[in-house]
């Protein structure tokens, strides 16, 4: 092998020069691919929560895969592709349809977990996606965090109201059956108005010396 190199040293580093520009070449033209990422935290808190602990069951919800479920609808997927500027408004339908797929496809979710990088009870999501432009690939991501931190305050103020009512309900609930009990006592109060502490005391003892009257009759 060192003798053929000795012998043939002028083709090959003719050869090592000619694959070396090739690949520079074809790595010079290639056409580049840009990739935009965002992390964004899942947040788990239930509104309700914390108003009925230790009162009722609050049901438990992944809130990465609400959110990875959310951005991958078609509603959200046309709010990012318009707002990213990927559809317009006179654009054809068949146009606008091809696009929402290749976005929808081209978007990616992944659920994170601080302690499990690959996912699993994950508390964060991360969006990327790749586009040979970089622009297009910043204001797609940017247009998704946009819409996702859109929808989840929209969805927040959605629960906090449902909260409130529930609780507003339960509260008149409440204060319908306390003074529904508030009447009832006074109604048994103005009837049993002899009730009372002297003249129990008065039963008792008149009670008593009939008691010791029979006795006495006995004997």
Same mark, same amino acid.
């Given at each position: ?8 040293? =002028? $083709? ?5 020069? %000619? ?53 991958? =609808?078609?509603? $959200?997927?046309? $709010? ?5 500027? +990927? ?6 339908? *068949? %146009?606008?349809?091809? $696009?929402?797929?290749?976005? *929808? ?21 991360? +969006? ?42 339960? %509260? ?12 009832? +006592? ?11 502490? *002297? ?21």
């Amino acid at each position: 092998l060192l003798r053929e190199l000795v012998l043939h040293k =002028t $083709m090959i580093v003719v050869g090592f020069v %000619v694959v070396s520009f090739s690949v520079l070449g074809a790595g010079f033209y290639w056409p580049k691919n840009y990739e935009a990422k965002a992390t964004l935290y899942a947040d788990e808190q239930n509104i309700i929560k914390p108003l009925l602990q230790s009162q009722a069951a609050v049901t438990s919800v992944d809130r990465a895969q609400e959110a990875k479920d959310m951005i991958q =609808t078609r509603r $959200m997927i046309e $709010m990012i592709a318009r707002q990213s500027g +990927l559809v317009k408004d006179d654009d054809p339908p *068949q %146009v606008v349809e091809n $696009m929402l797929r290749y976005l *929808q496809v081209a978007l990616v979710v992944e659920g994170l977990s601080p302690a499990n990088p690959m996912g699993g009870g994950a508390t964060y999501i991360r +969006l990327s996606f790749s586009n040979p432009s970089q622009e297009v690939a910043f204001k797609v991501v940017s247009a998704a965090v946009d819409a996702f931190i859109k929808e989840t305050t929209e969805s927040k103020q959605r629960e906090s109201r449902s909260a409130y009512q529930f609780i507003n309900g339960q %509260v008149a609930t409440y204060k319908q059956q306390l003074a529904d009990a508030e009447a009832r +006592l006074k109604d048994f109060n103005a009837q049993n108005q002899d009730g009372n502490e *002297q003249t129990v005391n008065q039963s008792i003892s008149a009670l008593q010396g009939e008691i010791q009257q029979l006795k006495l009759d006995i004997d």
